[in-house]
């Protein structure tokens, strides 16, 4: 039963190089979710979706791209990457709402991402 | 103004004791859900308890219960019967709203469980 995953789970990268988070689910979950947490602090959204082909932005976006091609994929792009970019990323999924249920996200274990 | 105040950063408890973890909320909605996370050492986040706003009855899994206060816009994690394994951060969260799926997250609170 996998769940989130989230590939690679540690990274480090050069100020201005590109790269991409992976993070797929296989619960068939519709909405799914990019977090970052910044030591001692709680989660910060990024960007979020409700469904194949519909992004949206969160908290804190500047700097990420995402895309929503399928259900179960949902990668996280981060361009020209800069030391304030260094993080521990969470990706999240949760099944569709019906009012105000308990329908939790569920997290992948996290990618791990220094910016030197 | 913070939507979710987690007020103790850290606190040591003692192995058996019972232990109670504070989140207090802001919203104007009358329509809201809260969630307790766990984030252990290792990193992954693990969903503990969620309590509903109309819900009638505290929520209770296991060794977790919600003291749920709505008037004082509190909900309180307490952890019964504490063990050395829930030694970890613990965050508090929000929805606001019947079709909101983002969650407010609060600052955390860092527990260890002394044996």
């Known amino acids: 039963n996998a769940g989130v995953t989230q590939t690679p789970k540690f990274r480090i990268l050069k100020i201005g190089q590109s790269m991409t988070l992976q993070c797929t689910q296989d619960?068939?979950?519709?909405?799914m979710y990019w977090y970052r947490q910044d030591p001692g602090m709680g989660l910060k959204l990024i960007y979020y979706?409700?469904?194949?082909?519909?992004?949206d932005k969160g908290e804190v976006p500047n700097g990420y791209n995402v895309s929503r091609s399928t259900t179960e994929d949902f990668p996280l792009r981060l361009e020209l990457a800069a030391p304030s970019q260094t993080s521990v990323y969470f990706c999240?999924?949760?099944?569709?709402?019906?009012?105000?249920?308990?329908?939790?996200?569920?997290f992948g274990d996290g990618t791990r991402l220094s910016i030197l | 103004a913070q939507k979710i105040t987690q007020t103790q950063p850290g606190m040591f408890v003692q192995e058996k004791e019972a232990v109670t973890l504070d989140c207090t909320y802001d919203?104007?909605?009358?329509?809201?859900?809260l969630f307790w996370y766990k984030q252990p050492s290792s990193g992954e986040m693990i969903f503990l308890i969620y309590q509903g706003s109309y819900d009638q009855q505290n929520a209770t899994e296991g060794r977790y219960s919600l003291n749920f206060q709505k008037a004082r816009k509190s909900a309180n994690l307490v952890i019964s019967a504490s063990q050395l394994g829930d030694s970890a951060m613990y965050f508090c969260a929000m929805r606001e709203g019947p079709s909101n799926y983002q969650l407010i997250w609060g600052a955390g609170t860092k527990l260890i469980i002394k044996p």
């Open positions: 919203t104007s909605d009358p329509s809201y859900g």
């Open positions: 999240a999924s949760s099944a569709s709402l019906t009012g105000v249920r308990n329908q939790p996200q569920h």
């Open positions: 619960m068939n979950h519709n909405y």
């Open positions: 979706s409700v469904g194949a082909g519909i992004t």
